[in-house]
């Protein structure tokens, strides 16, 4: 009910802002010749009139028997459209402010008011400056957002030394591969996730560490895939941790219920990761040794300083035993969980691992300048993060989910040296 609900309200929402934008689009096209705007007018009632017919076919039907590959796009170009138009809604909504401002001026002043942009218009026009503006702005985005289906299996290989002052000396320019969120579940492409499973096989590194979400919501997602990363293999072994996709996301009639098939999720998932020769560290620790000397590499369940996501990590109990080794590294899927439990209580946890944000799959990095959405709701979103001796590496993600696509924020393959 709640769903088709939700639906509903998002098919008003659609038809009010596509009227709101359709309203500029007059404005642009007020100098065009008849037959123009007539082809333009109609290709935009079109398109939304398409737009809508799957909205009502989505909310009365379901989606179970559609395809998966053109549902994931569809869903995708539906509220990529939906986004576009709000973006560009902006615009137009400047522009009512601004003739709402100088209508009340004119009104006080008895005078009337004309926009230069519409000479031949009576009263206080919109702006064409403005509604092109707009137009632009939410073309754009919607340009972009398809330009970013392509980026989907563009892996990144990102290299970083980090440098540790305790970092027993066997261990200097020891190489972590670090990957996250696989999210099989979205895959359409074997072969391409395949050169991403090579990829990560030609930085033979010492280690391979996985930081949660090889799921979206169900087991049995893996399967086609675990002949693949049955391939990834290290000297000293692939470990596992648990992320929030890995519990699924069942519904149920009581709480305790819920917590059971969530739990029994978990089991699929460890399972998952035995059988490609993966270890699962799910509140545990495990020793590195290295010519006598040792480093701790600890793993929790999903903790999240969120309070919509799972909890269900223990760190107390992954540490337990590793107080006395002198370098510690931990992977915790959501990095929301670091500056909530492990830079305030934890302070000789030396390196965190996580993921989980994805980068939100859309931003810019640039020298200058790094954003991304997801900023205004992560602290650490993706990258290398520093608090006093403590530090934590957000991997952006090797799958997707949601957005079929990538853009700016490309999937990644992390190698960490240690020195």
Do not use: C
Request: glycine residues 8%; hydrophobic residues 45%; positive net charge.
């Amino acid at each position: 009910m709640r769903r088709i609900l939700g639906s509903w309200i998002f098919f008003f929402l659609f038809i009010l802002v596509d009227i709101y934008v359709f309203q500029a689009l007059r404005v642009v096209a007020e100098s065009w010749q008849p037959r123009a705007r007539w082809w333009l007018y109609l290709t935009y009632w079109t398109i939304t009139l398409v737009s809508v017919g799957f909205i009502v076919s989505i909310v009365f039907t379901g989606v179970a028997g559609w395809p998966r590959l053109f549902r994931t796009y569809l869903f995708a170009m539906l509220i990529g459209l939906f986004l576009a138009k709000i973006t560009a809604s902006f615009f137009f909504l400047a522009d009512d402010l601004r003739r709402v401002l100088q209508w009340s001026a004119s009104f006080f002043t008895n005078k009337k008011s004309v926009d230069v942009g519409s000479a031949n218009a009576s009263g206080i026009p919109r702006s064409v400056f403005l509604s092109w503006v707009g137009l632009i702005t939410g073309g754009g985005l919607f340009g972009t957002l398809l330009y970013g289906f392509g980026n989907k299996y563009r892996y990144e290989v990102r290299k970083h030394r980090l440098h540790f002052p305790n970092l027993p000396e066997a261990f200097r320019g020891f190489r972590i591969l670090h990957i996250s969120d696989i999210h099989s579940g979205s895959f359409t492409d074997k072969n391409a996730v395949q050169k991403g499973v090579e990829l990560i096989l030609e930085q033979n590194a010492d280690v391979i560490l996985f930081t949660g979400d090889i799921v979206n919501q169900s087991a049995d997602e893996m399967d086609p895939y675990i002949d693949l990363f049955s391939r990834i293999s290290a000297t000293y072994g692939v470990y596992a941790t648990l992320g929030n996709h890995d519990y699924g996301f069942p519904v149920a009639d009581s709480e305790k219920e819920r917590l059971r098939l969530q739990r029994e999720m978990a089991v699929q998932v460890e399972s998952i990761h035995r059988r490609m020769g993966w270890k699962t560290l799910s509140n545990q620790h495990t020793t590195i040794d290295l010519n006598g000397e040792k480093i701790a590499l600890l793993g929790v369940e999903n903790i999240s300083g969120k309070a919509n996501f799972p909890s269900f990590g223990k760190l107390k109990e992954a540490y337990s035993g590793t107080e006395n080794i002198p370098f510690k590294i931990l992977m915790s899927h959501d990095p929301s969980h670091w500056n909530k439990e492990v830079t305030t209580a934890f302070k000789d946890i030396d390196l965190t691992l996580s993921g989980h944000t994805h980068g939100m799959q859309f931003g810019v990095e640039l020298p200058w300048i790094r954003w991304s959405p997801v900023k205004y709701i992560y602290k650490q979103w993706a990258g290398h993060y520093k608090e006093g001796s403590q530090h934590l590496y957000v991997n952006r993600g090797f799958g997707f989910i949601g957005y079929p696509g990538r853009v700016g924020i490309l999937p990644e393959i992390t190698v960490l040296e240690l020195v």
